[in-house]
């Protein structure tokens, strides 16, 4: 396993990032003695960045990431992506299988509907735009500015769409960005479906905290939620469902 000059021989963790997860499993581990590189797909302007080494851009499928992975001296590969990072998943574990380095996928539970929510389930954004029409006509869409070309035909449907940075056409003909970046708090979300006069919410089942209270603000407001259902994941990966699990599989249990 080769090292850097000046570095001692050891663990080298490659992080596929670009959630709050990654984030956090990469400041738990900055206090330890492995080296860690977090890979980020380039998709924000400016991203927040973790602690540790970073690198951004694509790999070049399976193969550029398994490449990678040998130039570089990794002995841990943790995907870490968003559950709809789909194809990165399915790339780093075909990496893995080409290497033969481990492969640990952290991924936050998905959210469940409790007592008072009105959720109705999609399997994709196509198919959310399908049914949206039916369940209001101004709609909170919360599920990234990448997929907005799937409700760009529905003309009927006012949308207020928050992301990061500012979508690119073909988007709905009626429509409000608001360029904000989470945490958001209840207080947040309830003043956001008042102003607007939200009758739906349409979010992606991202699962975790940090974005959680649209649900609750829409079930004490009554709002109707369409959930778009999340994507296969590879089959035979180790999995994490908390950077604390995901930090005690990879023996840093002291890091937390
Ligand atoms: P994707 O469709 O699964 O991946 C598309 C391509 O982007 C991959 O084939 C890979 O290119 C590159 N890529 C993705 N994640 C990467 C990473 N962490 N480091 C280096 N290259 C990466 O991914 P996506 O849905 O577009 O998401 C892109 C990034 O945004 C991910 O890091 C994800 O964690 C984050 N994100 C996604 C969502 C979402 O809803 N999809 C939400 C929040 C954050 P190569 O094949 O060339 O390696």
Redesign the pocket.
Known sequence: MSAEPGRAPGRHIL?????TE?RRLAEALAGTAARVT???????AAPVLPPGET????????A??ARWITAHGVTDLVD????????????AAGAAALTGVPLLALRRPGWTPGPGDAWTFADSLAGAAAVLPGLGGRAFLT??R??LHSFAHLTGTWFLVRSVDPPAPPVPPRLEVLLDRGPFTLEDERELLARHRIDVLVT?D?GGSATAPKLTAAREAGIPVLVVRRPAVPEGVAEADSVAAALHRLRYDHAR
């Open positions: 992080i596929l990032g670009g959630t990654a977090t890979s980020l797909a380039g998709r924000v690198r951004i851009g694509g790999f070049g499928g399976p550029g990431l870490a992506t968003h559950p709809f990072a789909e194809r990165m998943s399915f790339n599920t990234g990448m997929g992606k991202s």
